[in-house]
């Protein structure tokens, strides 16, 4: 593998810049609110254009990881050998994807947080760190840095939902935070038992995968230390019956912290399952992705029956994306290249649609300050351009052909009945019923009679119209030109160990 630091350090900047904003943003008196804000838009356009490039800069017909960057931190010394822990970053065709993911998200999400007035510069410094994290986790090439990364962008929720959330903020940033504790409690154990079980002294991702795949940690360690992986990486992808955070998370948290909490961070779980179960250990993988599909397949139709049977926009969106976490456990199940593409591309297109969903609940919540939608009626007439930006994200929920959705599950439907074709056929009655809730929903608030109420609400401003309209692009562009996005993602999809085609 060659070492492309001047790439590299592209790859490092998006770990940078949201660390140099939080710095920059603790020495800026708390009373320069529109100061907060200014450098908030400005690091989320950097981080954005940093994104775009690092996914149109990544060669299909290249190596895998490529824009690679390491700093050794510790090595020959007490357990660790060479290169023992080093910050070792790069991008495959995966990570590639879900930092354009990371990068849009990230600057709406800032875009959309223009309107808090408590405390805005405590809340950009957490929302920063959080992202750090979260590009730290999709570019770490080292088992250490990884888990950091990974922590690094799950502890700011706490805060940030219990100090700016609403509706039981305290209560659903207590049991969320709870769960994904328990949950990297699993992966810690499982860090160590693989490192233990390699035995070559180091946290270099590379090197574990290659003793993962040559025997090196034995098949049956393999198979005990598979679940600690998947499930401690499930409990942030809302794998079922871990899924009970997710729903309680979405409905406390504020606009941009629901946003990136299920456009991005839910993503890393299943991220996770990618690197430390189907690359770390293949065998383990094997033998256990029944199981996983069958609990996939259980999230996807228990959280679209759910979301048909909540009134609350928030919980709506929250069990559906619970739903379609659910597909994305199903592409990675397969264990074929076209279901696990799916996958990944899944991953992309739920979150620039959620983040869509949770962006129009937001613009709505701050002025009638409620998300019952039996409330609601007729607001096609009074809140146009909110209603089409709604509807842009509800058809592309239910995967309409030329929106991101279609693109994305017509992948993991085609994978999923070559392994499994009656599990192939529950995801497409979980997609029914997708556009079940979706049409009930649309009948209700957009076209129902108009509640006089609502006559004075106002419609979308020009920030979130900014916002919304980098995100439908993100979606149309990858329902009607799915090349850049299949290739990226395929060209390290079929380098998986035990992936078939």
């Known amino acids: 593998m060659t070492f492309d630091e001047g790439q590299g350090y592209v790859v490092l900047a998006t770990i940078a810049v949201p660390l140099l904003a939080a710095l920059i943003l603790v020495f800026t008196p708390g009373s320069q609110k529109m100061a907060v804000r200014y450098i908030s838009a400005v690091t989320g356009a950097i981080l954005a254009a940093l994104s775009i490039y690092i996914f149109t800069a990544y060669q299909v017909d290249g190596d895998q990881a490529q824009m690679n960057l390491r700093w050794t931190w510790v090595e020959n010394t007490a357990f660790l050998g060479e290169n023992g822990i080093a910050l070792r970053l790069a991008v495959d065709g995966i990570s590639a994807l879900l930092a354009l993911l990371t990068g849009v998200v990230a600057f709406a999400g800032a875009l959309a947080s223009w309107k808090i007035e408590y405390r805005n510069k405590d809340f950009y410094i957490l929302y920063w760190i959080l992202l750090a994290g979260v590009f730290g986790t999709f570019f770490a090439y080292d088992l250490f840095f990884f888990f950091f990364f990974y922590e690094l962008a799950v502890m700011p929720l706490y805060l940030l939902i219990g100090v700016w959330g609403s509706t039981r903020k305290e209560y659903g940033a207590a049991k969320l935070t709870l769960m994904l504790v328990g949950g990297s409690v699993l992966i810690w154990i499982g860090i160590f038992a693989v490192f233990h079980q390699a035995n070559i002294g180091t946290f270099d991702l590379p090197s574990l995968w290659a003793a993962g795949q040559n025997g090196a940690i034995s098949p049956t360690a393999q198979k005990v230390i598979f679940p600690l992986m998947a499930v401690g990486c499930g409990v942030l992808a809302a794998l079922w019956p871990f899924h009970t955070w997710s729903p309680d998370g979405h409905m406390s948290a504020p606009t941009a912290v629901s946003m990136v909490h299920a456009g991005v961070l839910m993503k890393l779980g299943a991220f996770g399952i990618i690197r430390l179960g189907i690359q770390l250990l293949p065998e383990g993988a094997e033998f256990w992705m029944p199981a996983l599909m069958v609990l996939g397949t259980i999230g996807a139709v228990y959280g679209a029956t759910a979301a048909l049977t909540q009134r609350d926009f928030k919980l709506i969106s929250g069990y559906s994306s619970v739903s379609h976490m659910g597909y994305v456990l199903m592409g990675l199940a397969t264990m074929n290249t076209i279901g696990i593409t799916g996958a990944v591309l899944q991953m992309f297109s739920h979150g620039v649609m959620t983040a869509l969903v949770f962006l129009m609940i937001g613009a709505l919540y701050d002025q009638a300050h409620t998300r019952d939608m039996k409330e609601f009626g007729g ?58 809730y979706m049409l009930r929903m649309f009948a209700t608030v957009f076209f129902g009679p108009t509640n006089p109420h ?48």
């Open 454 to 501: 609502w006559k004075d609400l106002k419609d979308l401003t020009p920030i979130e119209r900014l916002s919304g309209a980098m995100l439908i692009a993100s979606i149309v562009i990858m329902g009607v030109w799915w090349a850049p996005f299949t290739d990226r993602v395929g060209h390290t999809v079929t380098l998986l160990p035990g992936v078939t085609g």
């Open 379 to 436: 607001l096609a007439k009074v809140m146009p351009l909110w209603v089409i930006f709604y509807a842009i994200a509800g058809l592309a929920n239910v995967g309409l052909p030329g929106f991101s959705g279609f693109t994305a599950e017509f992948h993991i439907f085609v994978g999923t009945f070559r392994t499994y074709p009656v599990f192939g056929a529950l995801a497409i009655f979980a997609a029914a019923l997708a556009a079940a």
